[in-house]
């Protein structure tokens, strides 16, 4: 099974503030890799898929970049909305695997 | 408006049965291969299992081979988990989740449904 590790656990940052999430895989995944955002109670909701498309509807403040083992989660400027845990998640082989999850808290 | 609504959960003793049920509404449900995630209590996300459009393909995580099946009704927009020999372990909101058109996104999930295995 492919490995996600994700950094950092949790991060607590100032609304306004650039947060940036990392996610290595344990081999290569190519670009198949993706990031949800769970909120308290909810379901989780996919952000960005393939490392770098952003899906329909989310803002443009989140992005991805990234390929091969090691990807980056980007927050341009933090917004009390997104206080949240964020997943990466490999979609390259079965069985899907998720990072342990980060969770953002404002300072 | 694309809809997933789980049901079925509840309480079930160490070693029993239950059935999840998954109802979609708002898309082409039986163009799109469907999954169950699971999240215990406090903890992450773990996907258990996959099945294909057309039933062509079943896949499932180590922890819940043999013991659960994932099956699927087309023509009822439904997806199911027969969940058996159920453990503390597979304590845990069971997701479905619906995977996107370009393949392992999860695009779309249901609310949960929460499963406890205890005495």
């Known amino acids: 099974d492919i490995q996600m590790t994700q950094s950092p656990s949790s991060l607590s940052a100032s609304v306004g503030d650039r947060v940036t999430i990392t996610c290595q895989a344990s081999?290569?995944?190519?670009?198949?890799l993706n990031w949800y955002q769970q909120k308290p109670g909810k379901a989780p909701k996919l952000l960005i898929y393939?490392?770098?498309n952003l899906e329909r509807g989310v803002p443009s403040r989140f992005s991805g970049s990234g390929s091969g083992t090691d990807f980056t989660f980007t927050l341009s400027s933090l917004q009390p909305e997104d206080i949240a845990t964020y997943y990466c998640?490999?979609?390259?082989?079965?069985?899907?695997?998720f990072g342990q999850g980060t969770k953002l808290e404002i300072k | 408006e694309v809809q997933l609504v789980e049901s079925g959960g509840g309480l079930v003793l160490p070693g029993g049965s239950l059935r999840l049920s998954c109802t979609a509404s708002?898309?082409?449900?039986?163009?799109?291969?469907m999954n169950w995630v699971r999240q215990a209590p406090g903890k992450g996300l773990e996907w258990i299992s996959n099945?294909?459009?057309?039933?062509?393909?079943?896949y499932y995580a180590d922890s819940v081979r043999g013991r659960f099946a994932i099956s699927r009704d087309n023509a009822k927009n439904s997806l199911f988990l027969q969940m058996n020999n159920l453990r503390a372990d597979d304590t845990a909101v069971y997701y479905c989740?619906?995977?996107?058109?370009?393949?392992?996104?999860?695009?779309?999930w249901g609310q949960g449904t929460l499963v406890t295995v205890s005495s």
């Open positions: 708002g898309f082409g449900f039986s163009f799109y291969s």
């Open positions: 998640q490999q979609s390259d082989n079965l069985p899907y695997t």
């Open positions: 393939d490392a770098s």
């Open positions: 099945i294909g459009s057309n039933h062509s393909s079943i």
């Open positions: 081999q290569d995944i190519s670009n198949y």
């Open positions: 989740a619906r995977d996107a058109f370009s393949g392992g996104a999860f695009d779309y």
